[in-house]
């Protein structure tokens, strides 16, 4: 995306030669203004181009000052609950750029603006869902500067369980404040196991059924810390299906309440009866022996390795 200045104004500009790529469908719709925060885009000869007179990237706010945290709050919750809104007209969410290059803020009126880029593109399967936005960049966004005091960390984890679980309800929810720890059942329940939610009763017997302490003369897995917390060795057994490990109490069944882990640091499957482990953290600090797991995918654990968690390492073994 090209910046260019010129007699009428500033544009944001992206070139395309292939006319038969341009969504008219979608030009039309933001130029009808039913879309306040979407910036209008003007078509020319190879080019697409949106206006940011007067506007400001997010890349280049460089003070709370030019724009107030209380004012910033207000025009992100603002922008992101219009969003979801956009595939009630059949806009495709997959269109929005997620980039902070993409997102503009008017440092008068303190308003947010975003590229939504009218241009043909594979259908995918999820293109009206808000989880298509966990490929376009939504969690990297919540961690850039601009954001850093408008969520606090578990409403940013919050919102990206509500996009990778395309729980609108959360996400709106999580946005307006009305969804708070005092409702909150399990994220577990809609990230790990889908959507269906059990009641509070049911989890906790669930949980005292399938954790212990001490490992126990059956088939499991078991993890020993190398390091001690509260002046304890961390040792658990995993029965579950889904067991995620974290230092949310509220969020996690293996709970660490250590800063090196994030709400939900990881969690473990049992599929076919192999142990499979999955990164969840915000920093991707989850590791097998000395690799880094990549965010999201599930790898193999074996006896014998050891699985890092933030600064915790733990001895797996399997099997009894």
């Known amino acids: 995306m090209e910046i260019r200045k010129g007699p009428y104004g500033q544009f944001a500009v992206i070139r395309e030669n292939d006319e038969g790529n341009i969504y008219s469908y979608a030009v039309e719709m933001i130029r009808s203004d039913r879309f306040p925060h979407l910036l209008k885009v003007y078509l020319s000869p190879g080019e697409i181009s949106f206006d940011i007179t007067a506007i400001t990237s997010l890349n280049d706010i460089r003070s709370e000052r030019s724009f107030p945290l209380s004012k910033r709050k207000t025009a992100v919750r603002d922008l992101f609950l219009s969003?979801?809104?956009?595939?009630?007209?059949?806009?495709?969410?997959d269109h929005i750029r997620f980039d902070p290059g993409s997102i503009f803020a008017d440092l008068e009126s303190y308003r947010l603006f975003i590229i939504y880029s009218p241009l043909k593109e594979s259908i995918e399967d999820d293109s009206l869902s808000i989880s298509s936005w966990g490929r376009l960049g939504f969690e990297d966004l919540l961690y850039h500067p601009f954001f850093d005091d408008v969520f606090s960390e578990d409403q940013k984890q919050e919102l990206i369980y509500a996009v990778r679980d395309g729980d609108e309800d959360l996400f709106k929810k999580t946005l307006t404040g009305s969804y708070t720890r005092a409702s909150l059942i399990s994220l577990k329940d809609i990230f790990g196991t889908g959507r269906k939610k059990r009641k509070?009763?049911?989890t906790s017997?669930?949980?005292?059924?399938?954790?212990?302490d001490k490992d126990e003369k059956m088939g499991c897995l078991i993890l020993s810390s190398r390091q001690k917390a509260d002046g304890d060795i961390i040792r658990k057994a995993v029965y579950t299906d889904n067991t995620t490990i974290g230092s949310d109490r509220f969020l996690s069944d293996i709970c660490i309440e250590d800063l090196s882990l994030s709400p939900i640091q990881a969690k473990i499957d049992i599929i076919g009866g192999r142990y499979y482990v999955t990164d969840l953290s915000c920093d991707s600090s989850t590791c097998i022996g000395n690799t880094r797991l990549k965010s999201n995918t599930?790898?193999?654990?074996?006896?014998?390795?050891?699985?890092?968690?933030?600064?915790?390492?733990?001895?797996i073994k399997i099997g009894f």
Do not use: A
């Open 200 to 202: 509070q009763k049911d």
């Open 83 to 93: 969003l979801p809104d956009l595939s009630s007209y059949l806009l495709p969410l």
């Open 298 to 315: 599930p790898y193999e654990i074996k006896d014998g390795q050891i699985l890092r968690c933030g600064r915790f390492d733990f001895d």
């Open 205 to 212: 017997q669930n949980r005292s059924k399938v954790l212990f």
